[in-house]
């Protein structure tokens, strides 16, 4: 796999990066948990740098090459100085070391034991609102302030990088700010699922229950990795009516709307949708220069505006990515002792927007998807049904929904004139076959990948 790896980053950088950041890596498996990987860096400035701007990729091939998920953590070579930094979210810090949230609320400082597991940084004052979040952050906001009575659940859904986890901590932050007694607790729902599972080995269900049943405020973050998990949904159906009925708050987010999470009990999924759901889209163009002059003042980087509308000209996907494009341009301007500046940017973000300019067009993906499957491109545009066309053609709408800005109708257009719930339509029914069949999953996700670049 790192093998493989290497290949690609040698490809896609030049060869002084390469060397620099890339080479220097060494990667271990890691002795003491599961199907985790280690990451060693020299130093801590390549730490930092593979950690702003390739961790996620290498996540992501991870995720493409091996069957099962793998986690990674970032080491430094120097046991002196051992500094871990998981690839998730950023690791909470504790209220109580008086700290203000600095940069280090991203990741690399040790965890310390802070049992709601908030993170501080994200509060709603961080969290820039525009068309695209407006909705799931007044809902968030009302019930921030009437938790247990406004709605409950809420349920905020979206795609990657968009700011449920961020927008589902400000609610922590602020009823424990104005309740420090308040018993609140964020877990993603994967170590949910771990909780169950140790519950289940220990015969601890009890304690579990003790603990799940009698909070104030319960935020649960990627609901969608419940799918298929029976003896998880169950417990936390339990969980659910318990608070719900006590009224206590409960939040839930997901990747996608509760309906069209597979894998889902029934009954969750009609009680997910019992007080409010809201989504979250991409941000707009001003929107994501907004955010990028707000991370800017937040971090103190001196970032003018002609530069914030050139990163979010061209970084267009998500949040996430914008700060990673940010935090890249702000390591080429420390690497090189150059202030940040418009040309900085574009020499910053030059490999990036190579990549980003491949992934956006249609035809490319039409044509990468039918050479991959070996059909001809002309079958992408077809009223052909067979099974062997219309399958790659699905996949190849699907990949069009996730890596283009194009709106579903011109999708369709572009797919021989088809209509946008044809394109819907694919797009699930391509979730929900990743989820059942590996093939296609593995199929999809080299497919990203040779279109990323
Ligand atoms: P998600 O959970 O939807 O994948 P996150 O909440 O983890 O996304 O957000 C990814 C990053 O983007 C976080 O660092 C978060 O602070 C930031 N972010 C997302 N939306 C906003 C926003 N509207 N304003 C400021 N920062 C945002
Ligand atoms: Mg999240």
Redesign the pocket.
Known sequence: FWYFCLKHFKQELNGQQFNTWIKPLKLEICPDVENTLVLIAPNRFVLQWIKDNFVNRIDEMAQGHFNEKIHFKLELKDPAEIKTATIK?PEPKSKEDKKPPTDKAHGTTARKTNPSRLNPA?TFD????GKA?QLARAGAIQVAERPGIAYNPLFIY?G????????MHAVGNYVMELDAGAKIRYVHAEKYVSDVVSAYQHKSFDKFKLYYHSLDLLLV?DVQFFSGKNRTQEEFFYAFNALIEAHKQVII?SDCYPKEISGLEERLVSRFGWGLTVA?EP?ELEMRVA?LL??AFIEKIELDESTAFFIAKYIRSN??EL?GALKRVLAYSRFTGHPISLDLAKEALKDLLAIQNRQISIENIQKTVADYYKIKVADMYSKKRVRAIARPRQVAMAIAKELTQLSLPDIGEAFGGRDHTTVLHAHRKIVELRASDPGINRDYSTLIHILRG
């Open positions: 979210a994200f961080a969290f820039v609102t979040n979206g990657v990088g968009l700011g449920k986890t961020h927008l973050d987010t979250i941000p955010i707000k991370k949040v996430r700060e």
